[in-house]
């Protein structure tokens, strides 16, 4: 029987994809992809999409529901493009993104020796990012709309308050609300290019409880700016810097290049495994800090650095991770072609007294290259590329550079998986992975993976 739009098919989920919808077969064999499921349940589904092999649909009933459904908690769920497993208890999602990393790699890389931890589960998955970026502008009817992007669009779902931000968060959101209600600022329009304010962007230090507030501009600032100050001072004691970006460019970019401090410092602090980092609009900083702690102790328990060894950091960002080892090792090298991340590096390590650190401002593959001619040997390596991973090339120069020990902290498990197996032909062989849960209810798995060089 060949499925067709609007048949209704009685399922149970068995499985679950990266995206979040469950899987289930029809008695044809014919797997049908269907949004808000949780395995075990038993559903009447509606077909939206078919095709030979498998097809598209929606749920009509739930027959019986699984064990491990739950009610949602949010009001825009399903509706805003965050998370997607807010109707399955957090022990089932801990095991559906678990079941995800030892798939890639078993599957892509081709790889069965590897030991695999259970997953670093988080102590709150409520709450825990500590930074937002919210869009503005306006619906059909005029009405404004802050709040977060549609999956897969750019229609603004309205949130008042998301589960996953800080309560602060929302209170900036009710006074800028209210500021643009007094001062008639005009909203930006993506269709128009045309409009004033595009997005609040706001970042908090979870340890110190230090907040910035910055607002991207469709110009130089905004109307009434000192009233908008006054308004976010007089309810926000923690407030310490308000910034105004200005980005007059007809992009999917959030932020501009030029930043306009109008209260405060242009930067706020925060502490990671015993250091102080200092995070601007445009630093990287790890928006779940207290698993990026967690993730980061393995990362140094799987480099296992010796006092007179050099550790070389490619895609070192703002040069948490390598900065963190430092006072384990000789020298820290640390290579990142973000320009302003690297000056954060080295303020980094300048508010932090280390001394032992060097950053290169470049692509991770050309400066790897330029490394290994000019004789360089590191002992351990860390890798934490974006997510299409290190590639073939990069992992050919590590080679010839030789380090004893390689520790890969990745964003993908899929680009992960393939990387590995380009180490597996080299001579290197994955011995450990740890999934990470960093970003609770959401699709999103990071993984630590020891990579250690094998006597041929």
Known sequence: MNLKK??????????????????????EGIAVFVPLSA???????????????????????????????????????????????????????????????????????????????????????????????????LDKNGSLQIGFYSFHSHRIVDCSD???????FTKVIDITRDFLQKTNNDIYSEQTGKGRLRHIYIRMGEVTNEL???????????KQEDLLVK??????????SI????????????????????????????????????????????????????????AAEYANLKSDEILLDLYCGTGTIGLTMASKCKMLIGVEIVEDAIKDAQKNAGINNITNARFICADAAEAAKKLRDEGLKPDVVILDPP?????????????????????????????????????????YEAKEITPCDMFSRTA?????????????
Request: with cysteine; proline share 4%.
């Open 39 to 137: 395995i075990g349940d038993k559903l009447s589904v509606r077909i939206l999409k078919a095709k030979k092999t498998y097809a598209f649909g929606k749920i009509e009933e739930i027959l019986v529901p699984s064990p491990s459904r739950i009610e949602p908690d949010c009001p825009v769920f399903s509706k805003c493009g965050g998370c997607i497993w807010r109707h399955i208890s957090y022990e089932e999602e801990c095991n559906i993104k678990q079941q995800k990393v030892i798939d890639a790699v078993k599957r892509i890389g081709g790889i069965d020796s590897v030991e695999f931890k259970p997953i670093i589960k988080s102590d709150n998955i409520m709450r825990y990012r500590n930074k937002a970026q919210f869009p503005v502008g």
């Open 444 to 456: 999103h798995v990071e993984s630590v993976c020891l990579i250690e060089k094998v006597n041929l």
């Open 387 to 427: 997510r299409k991973g290190c590639g073939q090339d990069l992992v050919q120069t590590i080679f010839e550079m030789s380090p004893k020990r390689v520790v890969y902290v990745s964003c993908d498990p899929a680009t992960m998986a393939r990387d590995l197996k380009y180490f597996s032909e080299k001579g």
């Open 162 to 168: 998301c589960a996953l931000q800080p309560e602060v």
């Open 231 to 240: 308004m976010l001072r007089s309810e926000l004691p923690m407030l310490k």
């Open 6 to 27: 609007n048949d209704i098919v009685n399922l149970t989920i068995t499985s679950a994809t990266a995206e979040g919808s469950g899987v289930g077969k029809t008695d």
């Open 243 to 298: 910034v105004v970006n200005s980005n007059r460019e007809k992009t999917n970019v959030i932020l501009g290049s030029k930043n306009r401090t109008v209260f405060g410092k242009d930067y706020i602090t925060d502490k990671l495994c015993s250091l102080t980092f200092r995070i601007s609009p445009f630093s990287f900083w790890q928006v779940n800090r207290s698993q990026a702690e967690k993730l980061y102790n393995k």
């Open 212 to 222: 910035m507030v910055c607002y991207v501009v469709n110009g130089n600032g905004l």
